[in-house]
């Protein structure tokens, strides 16, 4: 579904990334791991269409080339995005904010049908659509964002870090719910903070480090690899990792 080629990001004289690949298949999580400022955000923007990319980057989706395009037309072509931070609009409640995520064309006319889906996956929002969002935990407002996108109705979803500034009950709440979604076909690319908890979901992750991807395989061998244990797991070992059934 999607795929990256060569992606490069220039802020100014800083190349924030370059030559990144990658590629996220159908009901598949890939995770995108590198400390703070490796640029993976970066990545995830420039896919979106929120950040212009360099000359050379291809990225398809769906076999159709959407570099270049506008980020409202990247949505319509099936790639959302939940940004760090959320975004979500709390004045507004729970209802009105999911029917925000149905404005692309692609979601028109099955709007009611998504909504079951994303109050099946999030049952939290179908008791409480009416209330502010701002009123609303940490937690249950990460479920706003993530139910919003997908009402857009798309093939990829990608999120920045969806468990900061959660609990780790919350986050693991999160996490089984990301499974659900990948089991429901759509496709996932995940940035993510927590290592342990991220490869314990994932079919694939990548290791970025400095703009530029330093390592790709399962999400299972990332897990065992004690050089990513050391960088990335706090350098316990791989059975600590905390289950998410």
Do not use: C, W
């Not at 939940?82 to 999911?98: D, S």
């Not at 701002?134 to 139910?147: C, L, P």
């Not at 979604?181 to 314990?200: D, M, P, T, Y």
């Amino acid at each position: 579904m999607l795929e990256v080629s060569n992606l490069g990001v220039r802020y100014g004289r800083h190349m924030a990334l370059q030559g990144v690949s990658l590629h996220v298949g159908k009901g598949e999580i890939s995770v995108m791991l590198g400390a703070n400022g490796a640029g993976k955000s970066s990545l995830l923007k420039a896919v979106a269409g929120i950040v212009p990319s360099e000359p050379g980057t291809e990225i398809r989706m769906n076999g159709r080339v959407i570099s270049g395009l506008a980020a409202h037309l990247i949505v319509e072509h099936g790639i959302a995005l939940v940004p760090e931070g959320r975004g979500v609009f709390g004045e507004l409640t729970v209802e009105e904010n999911l029917a925000l995520g149905a404005f692309a064309k692609r979601a028109r006319g099955s709007e009611q049908s998504t909504l079951r889906l994303v109050h099946e996956l999030f049952p939290r929002l179908a008791e409480r659509k009416r209330q502010q969002v701002r009123t609303m935990s940490g937690g249950e407002q990460q479920m706003v964002a993530i139910g919003r996108a997908l009402m857009s109705m798309p093939d990829i979803l990608m999120l920045d870090e969806p468990s900061l500034g959660l609990s780790p009950l919350l986050s693991k709440e999160l996490f089984r719910s990301l499974k659900k979604i990948a089991a429901s076909g759509f496709g996932i690319l995940l940035v993510e903070q927590n290592a342990r908890l991220s490869l314990k979901i994932a079919d694939r992750g990548y290791l970025i480090e400095n703009g530029a991807i330093a390592g790709e395989d399962t999400a299972h061998n990332l897990r065992h690899n004690p050089a990513v244990i050391n960088a990335y797991l706090g350098g316990g070992g791989a059975d600590q990792t905390p289950a998410v059934s």
